[in-house]
């Protein structure tokens, strides 16, 4: 006899083209819910997500014949982009048909991502038996919605990020400033590596000043850094928006603040603060914020080498990167 009080669980997986970060977020805003999460056949007419342990995970399924069905709960687990579990109620009007326990991790498989749907069930009337029994169906359906969803975020989407990173240099805020804006000195620390070919390089450090540094690496790949100024306090502040482009195809638009401050009469203590927005799919989980930090890393064996002004590295696009 089986026991009504619980049904067979569920493993589902699935290789989606797209990056993890993107996967994870189909998952954790209601606008994305809406879209996909139900069956083939049915609708989802409201969604609430609140992503974090003890949020609100609640979803209505309409049916084809008109019933509604609630699947209300919190999160349980949120480990972003790893790993999400949520519990839920799922009714029939207001009658409990069953309570799905719903865990889904997100692996990274080169630049696609594999995610994993592992869902157990408390099932406490048996006639709702067959409702978790059509479980693998309802979900391989559901996940054609998903990943037709995930392509069409992939093509438009628009993915916010900010972050800040802090630098004490052995040198005068004058020395660090000519390291940050000038073409001579920037060249001696900024550049792609040994299998980047540079094919264009200029910089006017002013107000309304532009800034650009394209390069094309060993598989092909031309990348372009394209800035404006628009602050510039000499020993001081820089302030500069700029995109990024991949084969002419625009990343990310970034607004960066670079503030330099005196520490005692020989060390200056160097903040960069930026605010990006990245474009269609192509959010970088955290690159962008590791990449400045090397560069500003590079920067300080630069000034270390050659701290004299004129000698001193210089500060191209902070988040320049492949």
Request: one cysteine or more; glycine letters at 8%; charged letters at 25%.
């Amino acid at each position: 006899m089986p026991d009504t009080n619980t049904a067979s669980p569920l493993v589902i997986s699935r290789r989606f083209d797209a990056p993890r970060s993107l996967v994870y977020r189909a998952w954790t805003r209601a606008e994305h819910i809406k879209r996909w999460f139900s069956p083939e056949t049915f609708t989802v007419t409201d969604a609430e997500i609140d992503s974090r342990v003890g949020g609100v995970f609640a979803v209505c399924m309409r049916a084809p014949d008109g019933k509604t069905h609630w699947c209300r709960g919190k999160f349980t687990e949120v480990t972003s982009p790893d790993r999400l579990s949520f519990s839920t109620d799922v009714t029939d009007g207001d009658t409990l048909m069953f309570v799905a326990h719903t865990t889904v991790t997100f692996e990274e498989e080169g630049a696609a991502t594999r995610m994993t749907v592992r869902q157990h069930y408390d099932l406490p009337n048996d006639a709702f038996r067959w409702a978790v029994q059509g479980a693998p169906e309802g979900w391989r359906t559901t996940l054609d919605k998903f990943e037709r969803e995930v392509a069409r975020m992939r093509e438009r989407s628009a993915v916010h990020d900010s972050f800040t990173i802090e630098r004490v240099y052995d040198a005068a805020p004058a020395t660090v400033f000519h390291a940050l804006t000038d073409q001579a000195a920037k060249s001696c620390w900024f550049a792609g590596g040994g299998d980047w070919e540079l094919l264009e390089r200029s910089m006017d450090v002013r107000p309304g000043g532009r800034e650009r540094l394209k390069g094309r690496w060993g598989n092909g790949t031309v990348t372009l850094f394209d800035a404006m100024y628009f602050d510039v306090m000499p020993d001081s502040r820089l302030i500069y928006a700029y995109d990024m482009y991949m084969n002419e195809r625009k990343l990310s638009v970034s607004l960066a603040t670079i503030e330099l401050m005196a520490e005692g009469p020989t060390k200056t203590r160097l903040i960069v603060t930026e605010q990006g927005v990245f474009l269609d799919g192509h959010e970088d989980a955290g690159a962008r914020e590791k990449g400045t930090g090397s560069l500003l890393d590079r920067l300080g064996a630069s000034l270390d080498a050659s701290p004299r002004p004129g000698l001193a590295g210089h500060h191209a696009p902070l988040n320049a990167r492949r």
